[in-house]
């Protein structure tokens, strides 16, 4: 029996796409398209920089490294973009195992067996290569402690002394480097900051650097300022007589040597009356030493009076001796 026209035409119907249809095919074509390209991308060769972390173990006990040493080595890679894309950089660590130096210069070299990488990435070029360690032991010593000072005292002003405490300090660090100190400084006292009498302060210590510890970071200081003093000459001053009436003195006027500030010396002036003899207890009947008194502003001090001593004399008896030197005159000459 032969198929009917009808049945013919709907076979053709079925074997023929809709469009419907065309958005799945455009799919699938878009999908083993990228397929085909992240498959060839990822097969192919490619290179990347990894930035490792360098680490130092195993130090001995009493040694230090002296010089700078990178905290990180770049490391040019080689292998499928699936592979590179793959590592973790930040997690990549290299160790140097330190545990066998010595004081001295001690060189490492680095290649592809120092970095954990999958097997098929190749290591093309390690910065730097070779790491260079300058090893030195560590030592202790005690230096004097240096006070340091800035800027320029008041005028008239002087140190008479200072002191520092502790006055040495203890200090560790690389032999090499310990062995070129003389002393520690401390930071700089402004001698403008000095009062007349004690200072005392507190300073810090400056470090030496060159992984140079030390044992305190601060000191006390005690700084001793006093004022410079000079001398200064009085002449032909007149001598008052206190506490006291019918007294003469002779001599009437004395030289007075003082000291006192230097800035404010020329400046000082003696009052009248500033130099003087006291009366008060005196008893009349005669004449009487007395040693002259002064006055001075305070920060001054006498020296010496000359004469050290002067006299007192009532004055009725001084009267009775100038007038008998009137009535009797000096003796006649002879013929």
């Keep these: 029996m032969k198929p009917t026209g009808s049945t013919g035409g709907g076979r053709l119907a079925r074997l023929q796409p809709s469009w419907g249809d065309a958005g799945t095919w455009i799919l699938a074509f878009l999908l083993a398209t990228s397929l085909w390209f992240f498959v060839n991308a990822g097969a192919r060769t490619s290179e990347r920089t990894l930035r490792v972390r360098l680490d130092l173990i195993q130090l ?46 001690a060189s ?8 954990a990488l999958p097997r098929s990435v190749d290591v093309n070029r390690v910065i730097p290569s070779r790491v260079t360690l300058n090893v030195d032991r560590v030592v202790r010593r005690t230096l004097p402690v240096l006070l340091d000072y800035r800027g320029d005292l008041e ?72 004022r410079e003093l000079a001398e200064r000459r009085f002449e032909d001053v007149v001598l008052e007589i206190h506490s006291g009436e019918g007294w003469t003195v002779r001599p009437e006027r004395v030289e007075v040597l003082v000291r006192g500030p230097q800035v404010e010396l020329p400046s000082l002036e003696l009052a009248p009356g500033a130099v003087y003899v006291d009366a008060a207890s005196l008893v009349r009947g005669g004449p009487v030493d007395v040693r002259p008194l002064v006055t001075l502003p305070p920060g001054y001090e006498v020296l010496r009076v000359d004469p050290p001593a002067v006299t007192l004399e009532p004055e009725a008896e001084s009267a009775d001796k100038d007038q008998v030197g009137v009535l009797v005159g000096p003796p006649e000459e002879s013929p």
């Design 60 to 105: 001995p006990a009493g040694m230090v490294i002296t010089n700078s040493v990178p905290d990180y080595v770049e490391v040019r890679v080689s292998g499928t973009g699936l592979l590179l894309s793959s590592i973790d950089a930040q997690s990549l660590v290299t160790s140097l195992d330190l545990s066998g130096v010595r004081p001295g210069v």
């Design 108 to 115: 490492y070299t680095l290649n592809a067996k120092d970095f």
């Design 155 to 226: 005028p008239g002003l002087k140190i008479l002394e200072s002191q520092v405490l502790p006055d040495e300090i203890a200090v560790t660090g690389p032999r090499a480097r310990v062995a070129g100190l003389a002393q520690v400084d401390t930071q700089a006292v402004d001698r403008a900051t000095l009062q007349p009498g004690v200072n005392e302060v507190t300073l810090d210590l400056l470090s030496p650097g060159g992984l140079v510890q030390l044992r305190q970071p601060t000191v006390a200081a005690q700084i001793v300022v006093e």
